[in-house]
């Protein structure tokens, strides 16, 4: 199948451009600026995918540019969604990839696709003006909505907080600034996420929102005792309250039944990676 892929230069989409090639699908990256309609309907038009995948965003939660989360999420995202609905063919399914940020601080120990969303910034604020702009093309394109929890890999920028993690324990630096320690979260494999999408496209039901997640939470403290078991070196933990947000998620993981319900049904299931190996494949691929 020819996969539209935008976002295909960043983190996940280079992972997800190399799983689906690897599989036999034709992977066609997006060009264009999301927010230059005209281009972006040509290109579209042009290419005629079969599917889409869109990973096009500002990934950094902490960016200060408040208004361009809007202009990229939700507007981008809405642009595109027009582009495809000019295709004389339209795509099999379109796979949104929102963020599980938006259930913001929940009394539910797993979060769960129907619940409430309670976001506390603009970013998974962005996150939800996406979804809800999204629904309003239920009636018109296969869209689905895919809800990630935290996850990281070999490739991902250090100014998040695994990759810089490692990149001190690697180095063997002495100390390290961080938050709160106490925080829980998934830290899923990006390879592990990339699965799950490649399998919505092929089988989740349009119209439908699936947390993209495995259950298992651990928390920083976890991480960073995690690394100094692999790599041997013990590293001076500062606390920074300039790190620490008032009205920080304390627990962000999620319920994947949904998901695994689907894929069960479709004989599948997703690779078990656990983090210990997930930090193992960033510590050696650090040195590359």
Sequence with gaps: MKILVTGAKGFTGQHFSKLATA??????PLQSNLNEIDALDAE???VSPDFVIHFAGISFVASKDNEAFYRVHALGTSNLLNALLKLEKLPKKILLASSATIYGNSDNPFSVETQT???IDHYAMSKVAMEEM???YFDKLPVIIARPFNYTG????DNFLIPKL???FVQKLPAIELGNL???REFNDVAMICDAYLALLQFGEPGETYNVCSGNA???QDVVSTLTRITNHPIEIVINPDFIRSNEVHRMCGDPAKLNTLLKRHHLELRKIDLETTLGNMIASSGQ
């Design 23 to 28: 599989a036999g699908h034709e992977v066609v």
């Design 44 to 46: 579209v038009l042009r």
């Design 117 to 119: 969303p309670s976001p």
């Design 134 to 136: 999204a629904k309003t």
């Design 154 to 157: 070999p490739g991902q920028r």
């Design 166 to 168: 490692v990149k001190h």
């Design 182 to 184: 106490n925080v829980e």
């Design 218 to 220: 651990r928390s920083l």
